[in-house]
């Protein structure tokens, strides 16, 4: 075993402590709002809930999937993510297929005009005048069509692309394949580390963006989860909820005051945090072999 001095013992343990006490800080804000979730309400307003729920219950649970607005924004939330981050990723690597072709007339017009769009844009009012002349106010496809292209995808994707071997597309136009045909049966196969990573940071994006709905749509019954959440956090709207709760459910309204908006904002955050969380152990493996291997040239 390798000897070392006092000070390097210290320094490990600084830096130790230090990664600690950030792991406890970070994980604790979500551990609180479960603990929460399923604490009674009324008992979490007398506080001191803090690591264990005090006073156990699944009310909270009940009155949030009794709820049909927050099971549509579920719904929406994951077509949106779905449909969203297929077709982004898919039009994202095509996009960064052609421009990794050194043949392709005015590739560096293109690549600096691409890359101007990452640092300014039009603005909000410019860009909801678009959004409005092109028909998607109050339309489910205004979650999918502005967000199609990622510019820093692209160039992820293009430099993963320029990695690929030569020869893999030159036997490729020997045997007589196309450039689709090159990209979807040859390219595509070969990026799995790379698409998978983009593809969780793209459909992370879809699932937590909550003010897009808020400017360009008015249809409560298009509304995402986030959006439900948000307006659960910044307005009480308990009453209006329980009092469009169905038959069955209002005879438990005796039952149901031990609920408050806190706790329901809580176990409502848990409904639309948890799916994005349970996808983050099957890609982990590819987030850094995606994203660095796709930046390294050798």
Known sequence: MKYRSFGD??????????????????????????????????????????FWPRVW??????????????????????????????LSVLLTALLAFAMSKSELIGRKFYMVFFIVTMY??????????????????DNFWVFIIPSLISVWNMIIFRTFFKGLPDGLMES????????????????????????ATLSLFTAIGHWNEWFLPSIYINNENLLPIQSMLQQILNSNIMT?????????AQSRMSQMREVTSKSL????????????????????????????VGSLKE
Not at 36 to 46: C, E, K, R
């Open 9 to 50: 013992r210290m320094l490990m343990l600084f830096i130790y402590t230090f990664l600690i006490l950030l792991g406890f800080t970070t994980f604790y804000p979500f551990w609180n709002a479960l603990v929460i979730s399923f604490n009674q309400g009324l008992d979490t307003a007398l506080g001191g809930v803090t």
């Open 57 to 86: 219950t699944l009310e909270n649970y009940a009155i949030v999937f009794q709820d049909s607005r927050i099971l549509n924004g579920f719904y929406i939330s994951i077509m949106r993510t779905v449909i969203g981050t297929i």
């Open 120 to 137: 300014f844009s039009g603005g909000l009012i410019p860009t909801f005048m678009v959004v409005r002349s092109l028909g998607l106010m």
């Open 172 to 195: 490729a136009q020997i045997d007589g394949c196309g450039q689709f045909r090159t990209f979807f049966q040859i390219v595509l196969p070969l990026s799995g580390p790379v698409i």
């Open 240 to 248: 209006e909820q329980m009092s469009q709760l169905d038959s069955a």
């Open 265 to 292: 904002s809580m176990a409502t955050m848990m409904v639309a945090t948890l799916p994005i969380i349970m996808v983050y152990p099957f890609v982990q493996k590819y987030f850094v072999k995606g994203v660095l």
